[in-house]
């Protein structure tokens, strides 16, 4: 995208919300505030994206988000799906293979990305909304807030210009290491791995057995991690070991070296880049300050081992942009925004968890450890059940939120995000079942529907779930796969509250009245405004 869309203004303009960064999160968060009608000005350092791929995979409760903004099946165009993951030992022999398994959100469980190419499309999706300007070469060098708003005092860097905007909120979507986080003085807390990587992205000349496969090398001298990403590329990383030359070790030569430990030769691929980093584990000490709010790197930074740094981000701003816009147009009370934290944070310590767990596990450089590890693992894998949870790859915690904006008292579906199955719409036309839902608050029914006049004089709809088999109806879907109906009598409900998330706000059993609505909820009336394909 050409920063000329950004012109040469120096006079005051109001936004809606400003975001500050443009990779992943910030342009995911783009997406959804555009599609939404809000007014949007972005501010992005660099001229052009990033042309090393950070993150390597994503999962489907990811790109059902980009669902909402009509890129999902675009961007799986440029996917790897489904690729089998190995762990082996130092003799290339594996000692647990997994498999990923659907969660239920309508998209395969797992897929490889090639970043640079994902990012294009998310930003060629962002030029559909004239109601948001994209100001690149841009940064922001002070905020300054007040009761109502947000002055962002900005420079050029093409041509040092500064000009002020404001809007009356701001996502700080800016990275590890935010100047939007140190303007505010939120502290960034955790620890950095003494070990540094370097990470190699190679162009794919020919392939070779196996190429197509995910391996972690769990090899006490130097593990590995060799990993196919989509578009004819491959990705592998090493660590740097004591006395290697961070700078030496970088050069064309030193790389070959390194990936013909696994029978790869200069034939079969050719260097693109590479470079070295750090491992993080870090936390902002808060996700919002007043009416700005950090997401992806800029609140929070875990290791590479599950593929879930990007995803964390995706997910931030999938929790916060659907609440901005309610706040914005008077529909919930603004201290709903305090649940964006609350919900979000929980879940990406979790994840994070994870990642450390799996990491130490790759990485055990004690030869002694190393060989129980495997021999302990190849065992568990053939105990029925058990092994079975170790190839389902199931490591990644699901989103459901124990606190935040839920409904008093829980039950067993609150919190969760309801599953997105295929269902027939009452045009008898299939459809995946979030674009029936809208992006919008729904009460949706198993069986007769119970009246819930709480709800329903507020004006919100309300959709049954029929079973395979029945006719289309209008107000009615048909649960063509069978998936929806049975979830809901698993978690005993026939009722449910859904946010415009998609995640369960209330729930109530047959004959029951729902909870109310949030306090100070006021649905507006106009149509609902997000994209769907």
Request: aromatic share 8%; hydrophobic share 40%; with cysteine.
């Amino acid at each position: 995208m050409s920063e000329t869309r950004a012109g040469a203004e120096t006079e005051d303009s109001a936004y809606d919300v400003a975001v500050i960064g443009y990779g992943p999160t910030g342009v995911t968060a783009t997406n959804l505030l555009g599609a939404m009608g809000l007014r949007v000005v972005v501010l992005e350092r660099d001229a052009e994206i990033f042309t090393r791929a950070r993150a390597i995979s994503t999962d489907e409760e990811v790109v059902r988000i980009w669902q909402r903004i009509g890129l999902a099946e675009r961007l799986k165009q440029d996917m790897l799906t489904e690729r089998p993951v190995d762990f082996v030992d130092a003799q290339g022999r594996t000692f647990l293979s997994a498999a990923p398994i659907p969660r239920g959100h309508g998209h395969p469980p797992q897929m490889f990305i090639y970043q640079p190419a994902l990012e294009q499309v998310l930003r060629d999706g962002v030029d559909r909304y004239p109601n948001v300007k994209i100001l690149l070469r841009h940064e922001c060098l002070r905020l300054r807030q007040d009761a109502d708003g947000v002055d962002l005092t900005v420079v050029g860097t093409a041509d040092d210009s500064v000009h002020r905007l404001r809007a009356s909120y701001v996502i700080a979507a800016d990275g590890g290491s935010s100047l939007t986080r140190a303007q505010l003085n939120i502290g960034y807390e955790g620890r950095t791995y003494e070990d540094r990587w370097i990470v190699i992205d190679t162009k794919m000349l020919k392939p070779w057995p196996g190429h197509d496969k995910l391996r972690f090398h769990c090899d006490p001298a130097r593990p590995a991690v060799d990993c196919p990403t989509p578009l004819d590329h491959h990705r592998y990383e090493f660590p740097l070991l004591p006395g290697d030359d961070e700078t030496q070790l970088v050069t064309e030569d030193a790389v070959y070296r390194l990936i013909s430990r696994y029978g790869i030769g200069r034939d079969s691929i050719k260097v693109l880049r590479a470079t070295v980093y750090s491992h993080h584990v870090r936390f902002a000490s808060r996700f919002r300050v007043g009416r700005v709010f950090l997401a992806g790197d800029a609140a929070h930074a875990m290791p590479p081992w599950i593929g879930q740094g990007m995803a964390a981000g995706v997910r931030d701003v999938a929790n916060l942009c659907w609440k901005l816009n309610s706040v914005i147009h008077g529909e919930l009370p603004e201290s709903v925004l305090d649940s964006y934290e609350t919900e979000r944070k929980p879940h990406v310590r979790e994840v994070t968890k994870r990642a450390v767990f799996v990491g130490r596990m790759i990485t055990e450089r004690r030869r002694p450890v190393a060989r129980v590890r495997n021999g302990a693992l190849r065992a568990l894998d053939r105990i029925p059940g058990f092994g079975d949870w170790l190839q389902d790859s199931n490591w990644i915690p699901v989103a459901r939120y124990e606190a935040g904006l839920q409904a008093r008292p829980r039950t067993k579906a609150s919190g969760r995000q309801v599953p997105q199955p295929w269902v027939t719409g009452p045009d008898g036309e299939r459809a995946r079942l979030d674009d029936v839902l809208g992006g919008r608050w729904l009460l949706l029914h198993r069986g007769l529907p119970t009246t819930q006049h709480a709800w329903e004089r507020l004006g919100v709809e309300s959709l049954a779930v029929l079973p395979v088999g029945s006719r289309p109806a209008e107000g009615a879907v048909v649960d063509s796969d069978g998936v929806l109906l049975p979830w809901l009598a698993e978690q005993r409900v026939a009722t449910l509250a859904l946010r415009p998330d998609a995640y369960i706000y209330a729930a109530a059993p047959a004959g029951a009245q729902l909870p109310p609505p949030p306090a100070g909820f006021a649905p507006a009336s106009r149509a609902a405004t997000t994209t769907t394909q």
